[in-house]
């Protein structure tokens, strides 16, 4: 059972700035491929980016590269997600989910390959 905590969502101005992190239980964090999803409200949610397990590989959401950086640091269990030139269409509940079967070059852009999920934090971006 992996259990994962996002934190530092919050409210931020357009063009501002916020940095996610979430926090994986388990030994064998490195071996997770990791991604961080979003959704707002009345939409689906939506991939943002990925990361492989051996951190080497990364993949963005059009939408989002360029302003988003996914980043994690094995020896503290944690991922994250730097947010820069926030616009109000980033407002969401942005998710952080691990997939502990992709081999540790491939990044995971599906939803549905993703076996845990935390709880979510809100980013408000006003205008």
Request: glycine share 10%; proline share 2%.
């Amino acid at each position: 059972q992996v259990q994962l905590v996002e934190s530092g969502g919050g409210l931020v101005q357009s063009g501002g700035s916020l940095t996610l992190s979430c926090v994986a239980s388990g030994r064998t964090f490195s071996t997770y491929a990791m991604g961080w999803f979003r959704q707002a409200p009345g939409k689906e949610r939506e991939f943002v980016a990925a990361i492989s397990s051996s951190g080497d590989n990364t993949y963005y959401a059009h939408s989002v590269k360029g302003r988003f950086t996914i980043s994690r640091d094995n020896a503290k269990n944690t991922l994250y997600l730097q947010m820069n030139s926030l616009k109000s269409e980033d407002t969401a509940v942005y998710y952080c989910a691990a997939d502990l079967g992709a081999p540790r070059t491939i990044v995971v852009v599906t939803a549905e390959q993703y076996e845990y999920w935390g709880q979510g934090t809100q980013v408000t971006v006003s205008i």
